[in-house]
């Protein structure tokens, strides 16, 4: 079984700082890792994804992640937030032929002026 | 804007009743996947629909049921419900139930058992 871990549950963060948001997953087998973001009531959107290849993913509003095999790890940097990146982030793991996202219990990002 | 919506957006029920709740797709996708956000975590896996078909399901008990109709919408339904089944319901679409596919999550439907 697959199980995600995100150790910060919050991250507080000046606007204009950079910010790391870790995560670290469990498996036996290749993954794929995905990062989403949730804004207050709202579901969730896609940040950025590996499925392979390259390990450093860009994706939307600046993100990038790395993919690290060794450390198990795929953490998630922005090198200047704003405020409007305020907002609870997930991680999450899937296998290649599966059906379900294993989510990690996700960290609150809190950019303050 | 997903181009996926649930609803009802926010309901309260009491302890032992029914409750369905329900998921327009977007446009093409054959595949619906429903999760359970209890308040400060992250979602779990339900289960998930394909052409129809249940194609996969997480560690919940048999009273959470669910339906794909013809036209790919689907509908959850949790009979005897606990206090436990409070939660936002997420309901996600995707083109294929390969797990490369992007998928694209609903804004969801608060439920509060009373």
């Known amino acids: 079984a697959q199980s995600v871990t995100q150790l910060d549950s919050q991250v507080p963060v000046f606007e204009e700082a950079p910010v790391e948001l870790r995560c670290n997953y469990s498996?036996?087998?290749?993954?794929?890792l995905f990062w989403y973001v949730q804004y207050p009531n709202q579901g969730l959107q896609l940040l950025l994804k590996?499925?392979?290849?390259?390990?450093l993913v860009k994706g939307i509003n600046g993100f990038e992640a790395e993919f690290n095999k060794s450390q198990t790890s795929f953490h998630l940097r922005k090198p200047s937030v704003h405020i409007s990146d305020t907002a609870e982030y997930f991680c999450?793991?899937?296998?290649?032929?599966?059906?379900?996202?294993?989510f990690g219990p996700g960290t609150r990002l809190s950019v303050l002026p | 804007e997903t181009g996926v919506t649930q609803s009802p957006t926010h309901l309260i029920k009491t302890r032992g009743q029914q409750v369905t709740l329900r998921c327009s797709s977007q446009?093409?996708?054959?595949?619906v996947s429903w999760y359970q956000q209890a308040l400060g975590q992250g979602p779990q896996f339900i289960f998930q629909?394909?052409?129809?078909?249940?194609?996969g399901r997480g560690n919940f008990p048999p009273r959470f049921s669910g339906l794909q109709f013809p036209n790919y919408s689907s509908e959850l339904n949790v009979n005897a419900l606990e206090l436990d089944d409070s939660a936002l319901y997420l309901c996600?679409?995707?083109?294929?139930?390969?797990?490369?596919?992007?998928?694209?999550f609903g804004e969801g439907s608060w439920l509060t058992v009373v």
């Open positions: 996600a679409s995707s083109l294929d139930s390969g797990s490369g596919n992007t998928i694209y």
């Open positions: 498996s036996s087998v290749s993954v794929y």
């Open positions: 590996y499925l392979s290849g390259s390990t």
């Open positions: 999450a793991v899937t296998l290649p032929l599966g059906q379900n996202f294993v």
């Open positions: 446009s093409g996708h054959n595949t």
């Open positions: 629909y394909y052409r129809e078909e249940e194609n």
